[in-house]
């Protein structure tokens, strides 16, 4: 190229040259723009076009058939602050992100480390990972009668037991929530599990073989020597497990759809039912603004954890 | 005892270990991964027995109870599927799940193209530009989308619906095929791009039959998220010949529900079979897929 | 399959939706969230395309809180379609704020003068004295009761005190049938039993609910609370969890149903006989001295000024509507009564409640659905289905405090 050149060629070939590089750098720019252009306007238009109108939105007046072209400052936003239903919603929310992110690792942490070596352990994968590809509406619909008052769950109870038993699950204050998050977790389980089996497998095996070797107990192979490397895969799943468990509303809307309280069971249902049900569309927008800020914080703070572990892997 | 490879009885110790160690586990290891399973595998039983029951025989028999015969499940898929609307909600849905997850993944291949073979001024800056899309939850597209479409007048249309799919399933295949294509050997389209073909040729003939793996397990998860979207086709298009089979399965749990649980299951299951169907199909695929995501 | 192919054939096929989707918004729509009326409602968009030489399709979106949603929207973009069901009361005037609805003066006096509705029935769909509306659903809200469980329980007629009608609920229970089915579903079932015991203690109270004269925590409240959950301590309801809400009444389980005189046409799908299973009587009130009231229930259907105004060939469509012939559609496909005077009733509980309603002359009263302001409606409801989950006095002074909460924030926000 035109180092090789550059000693055989006199300058004004070489600035020639270069010229026409650019030049052709220049053309394949131009020609990079016709691909990248559909996914450029297609995104800008219908996904980031939209987070921008959203915020505008949120400081006008808009309720039900008027106001949308009437300036509301912060009012919103110190609503949302004042009413009781958002803090509800937020404690929720945030019962929702941890569960999202303890449970289905716990679950399928353990289920990992059993089908480790099992046989037909592709069987068994794929029998946990199939929930994961229904849809949230069709197992919320079943679900939905396994936790009625005369579904599955209570029936079980009451066969064991010999007395009938007719509990509320998903009507009751204190269940409802948690009933929601057991579904969630059957249903990510699946997954969950099948990227730490692949984390797992990572797992180079020396280190574990001489730890053996001195003595060391499975306990503490599994604290100081495994955990530490499956920990990028971890921060992985729980950072795609924490968007769903701030986001989560199929489940909720389907599965708590004769429970009272239901607009309060997450910020992601609660912002539907403001908007949606009451007409309140600022003041919807502004709880989806809160909503997308919360995300992405946290969104953010586990994909800088990410890039320190895996750095200090390495 | 210390670490003594001179010592036999050490030696032994640890060849012993090691053969206990590399031993398939026992049976007792398989009792507790069973019973888990079984309990996992109960609501799947629960439908299974449900959708071969009558409205009345549901009612009277206890829920996990096995179905006196199999007959009436015709009666609850005819039931389910007129009332739903599931043939033009999964005609619909099954438009969308094509036509949007093939597009977005198309869309997708051309951008990382650009990207990563082409000498793209900036092209970390483009890629974050459209990566942001993802990051927003759905809850921020929903009003604007809805009172944008509405005055656009392509509310309850299919056209609507496919823009709005294809747009979505953008950004994670951009992601994935955007390693993919890095990884791919740039001798192939120096050579190419020597005997003289076209950006275009080199695209269609050089790098995308060296991502059909990932290109297909893409559109596997694209097709899948969309078919088993609710809210999206819940707000812009819920008209019956527009709506998704998620929405049309939703309607079947509302105020003026008369059906029995067994109707709505078999709802349930037929709105599920088209994933079912590609998961058992191209099991390995979907799991390549995963791995693609974890990148 | 070459991706350019796939591309190209994408497009196509994209520009070929495109114009499907143009053609059919040319179509003119009749929107509707009645979902289990569409039969009848497409008849009645059959005859109205008829009449106007236009073509009127009905377009469905159901639940009702997805259709309020669209209309919204649809209105703040300007995008009215040509016809939409509503509803009445402080609905029709947040609708009519909007200027979006036509003034149908014109045709409402018409049809007086032709003896199919009469001069009350406008008031219905009034605002300021002036109809917006043509009436799509007139419904009484009786007490449906199964004549076989009465036989059974030994009660010869029907209640006619309220004295009266504890006693036949302790002679039901002794027979082995759950008194009343009163389920909590739907997000809006939960306000029938409220406003029928506040209504049937004081009705000036209940029309006070709705416009800030009544405290939700007020004596009056208290007392319908006290005696709502007497009645639950005695077991005279059903459980609200249950989805279906006609199961307990039309599988002989509960013995009366207080809704709408408009779902006998859904009894009668499920097999029973209008008249023969099933009668009804109307609900008397709590305290002797109060005047016996009824609640009407009148759902409007509602035209787009800017169509009426663009396209007057609609006016025919208008003036369809009020025709007995769509009356005796509504009536024939889904047993719907529109109340057109020249109509004839579709079944005969209808017209019994008619002939009961014309005899007792009560006081006609708006739903409190329809009366109450539609940004609270959800939030109250919600509280009174949390009471009907759990009926203790503690809950119910706890749901009432808050009840009144919400709706002094929200008319001190106005």
């Known amino acids: 190229m035109a180092t090789t050149a550059s000693l055989l060629l006199s300058p004004d070939i070489l600035k020639d040259a270069r010229r026409r590089e650019r030049r052709v750098a220049w053309r394949q720019t131009r020609t990079a723009w016709l691909f990248i252009a559909p996914a450029v306007v297609m995104v800008g238009v219908f996904l980031l076009l939209p987070v921008l109108v959203n915020v505008i939105l949120s400081f006008t007046k808009w309720q039900k058939f008027t106001g949308l072209d009437k300036f509301a400052g912060f009012s919103n936003y110190q609503r949302l602050f004042a009413v009781p239903y958002f803090s509800e919603a937020l404690y929720n929310t945030a019962f929702w992100v941890v569960g999202a992110i303890v449970l289905p690792l716990a679950v399928a942490l353990t289920l990992a480390l059993l089908l480790r070596n099992i046989a037909f352990q592709e069987t068994f994968k794929s029998l946990y990972f199939l929930p ?8 919320g619909a079943v679900w939905y009668y396994v936790y009625a008052p005369h579904g599955v769950i209570n029936s079980i109870v009451a066969g064991v037991t010999g007395h009938p038993f007719d509990f509320g699950w998903i009507y009751d204050d204190n269940t409802v929530t948690p009933s929601v998050i057991v579904t969630f977790v059957w249903q990510t389980v699946g997954i969950t599990m099948v990227l730490l089996l692949l984390g797992l497998a990572a797992i180079p095996k020396d280190p574990i073989e001489a730890a053996r070797v001195d003595g060391a107990s499975s306990g503490q192979i599994f604290r100081h020597i495994v955990w530490p490397l499956l920990l990028p895969t971890v921060l992985v799943v729980t950072i795609l497990n924490v968007a769903a468990g701030f986001t989560t ?21 609660y912002m539907y039912y403001e908007s949606f049900s009451n007409g309140g569309w600022a003041y919807g927008s502004a709880i989806a603004v809160v909503l997308g800020i919360m995300v992405i914080a946290v969104s953010a703070a586990l994909a800088w954890l990410q890039s320190r572990v895996e750095k200090s892997i390495r | 005892m210390p670490v003594d490879l001179s010592n036999p009885a050490f030696v032994q110790k640890l060849i012993a270990e090691e053969r206990h160690r590399t031993r398939p586990p026992g049976r007792w290891i398989l009792l507790p991964i069973i019973l888990v399973t079984i309990a996992y595998l109960i609501p799947f039983y629960y439908l299974f027995v449900t959708v071969f029951k009558t409205t009345p025989e549901y009612a009277q028999k206890g829920v996990l109870e096995l179905p006196s015969s199999l007959a009436p499940f015709i009666d609850n898929v005819v039931q389910a599927w007129t009332i739903a609307h599931l043939d033009q909600a999964g005609f619909s849905s099954f438009t969308y799940a094509l036509c949007s997850g093939a597009l977005a993944v198309a869309i997708a291949a051309a951008a990382a193209f650009g990207m990563t073979r082409l000498n793209l001024i900036g092209a970390n800056g483009w890629f974050m530009v459209i990566f942001t899309g993802t990051l927003f939850p759905f809850q921020m597209y929903l009003v604007p989308l809805l009172f944008g479409y509405q005055r656009l007048g392509i ?13 979505v399933c953008i950004p994670f295949p951009l992601l994935v095929l955007r390693n993919s294509f890095s990884g791919i050997s740039r001798e192939i389209d120096e050579a190419a791009r020597i005997e003289g073909a076209s950006e275009w040729r080199v695209f269609i003939s050089m790098i995308l039959p060296n991502a059909r793996g990932p290109l297909i397990a893409l559109f596997l998860l694209q097709f899948t998220f969309i078919w088993n979207d609710l809210l999206f086709s819940s707000i812009l298009a819920n008209g019956i010949g527009v709506r998704s089979v998620m929405v049309a399965l939703q309607s079947l749990q509302g105020t003026y529900s008369t059906l029995g649980p067994n109707v709505v299951i078999t709802a349930t299951l037929i709105s599920s079979v088209p994933t079912v169907l590609l998961f058992i199909i191209l099991r390995k695929y979907f799991m390549a897929g995963l791995q693609l995501g974890t990148k | 399959m070459s991706f350019f192919k796939t591309m190209t054939a994408a497009g196509l096929a994209a520009a070929t939706l495109f114009s499907v989707g143009i053609a059919m918004a040319a179509d003119l729509s009749l929107y509707s969230d009645k979902t289990p009326w569409d039969a009848g409602m497409t008849a009645a968009a059959d005859i109205a395309s008829k009449a106007s030489g236009q073509t009127i399709k009905l377009q469905d979106i159901t639940p009702s809180d997805k259709y309020q949603a669209f209309m919204q929207t649809s209105i703040a973009s300007n995008n009215v379609p040509a016809f939409f069901t509503w509803w009445n009361g402080q609905q029709l005037n947040d609708l ?10 014109t045709y409402w006096d018409q049809a007086i003068k032709d003896g199919n509705f009469s001069a009350g029935q406008k008031d219905l769909v009034s605002v300021n004295g002036k109809p917006y509306g043509v009436l799509l659903n007139v419904a009484n809200w009786v007490v449906f009761y199964n004549t076989k469980a009465f036989e059974k329980a030994g009660i010869a007629a029907p209640p006619k005190t309220w004295d009266e009608l504890m006693a036949d609920c302790d002679k039901l229970k002794a027979a082995g049938y759950v008194p009343f089915n009163a389920p909590a579903s739907g997000g809006w079932m939960p306000f029938i039993w409220f406003s029928q015991l506040v209504l049937g203690t004081n009705p000036d109270a209940f029309v006070g609910l709705t416009s800030n004269k009544t405290p939700y925590n007020g004596p009056e409240v208290h007392k319908a609370f006290q005696i709502w959950g007497d009645m639950y301590k005695k077991g005279y309801f059903t459980d609200p969890r249950e989805q279906d809400d006609s199961k307990f009444f039309a599988n002989n389980s509960a013995a009366m149903f207080l809704i709408g005189d408009w779902h006998s046409g859904q009894f009668a799908t499920m097999g029973m006989k209008p008249g023969v299973d099933f009668k009804t009587f109307l609900m008397p009130s709590v305290t002797p001295d109060v005047p016996q009231s009824v609640i009407v229930e009148a759902s409007p259907i509602v035209v787009s000024k800017a169509a009426l105004d663009a396209n007057p060939d609609l006016g025919k469509a208008v003036a369809a509507l009020m025709s007995p012939d769509v009356s005796n559609a509504l009536g024939s496909t889904v047993q719907v009564y529109n109340g ?21 002359k009560p006081r006609a009263l708006v739903r409190w659905w329809e009366a109450v302001p539609s940004q609270i409606q959800g939030d109250l409801v919600a509280q009174m289905g949390s009471f009907m989950l759990n009926p203790s006095p503690d809950n119910a002074e706890k749901v009432m405090t808050q009840m009144q909460q919400i709706n002094a924030d929200y008319w001190a926000s106005k």
């Open chain 1, 249 to 269: 509303f199929d489940l909720l809307w389907v599965m708590a759809s004769d429970y009272p309280g239901k607009r309060t069971l997450s910020l992601a249902v």
């Open chain 1, 132 to 139: 994961k590809v229904l849809a949230p509406t069709a197992v």
């Open chain 3, 96 to 105: 009519v704020a909007t200027g979006a609805a036509a003034d149908l003066s």
């Open chain 2, 155 to 167: 509310i309850n249309t299919w056209l609507g619906m496919l823009l709005l799919y294809t747009a």
């Open chain 3, 340 to 360: 057109n005077l020249k109509g004839t009733p579709p079944n005969d509980i209808i017209k019994a409640d008619n002939e009961l309603v014309a005899a007792a």
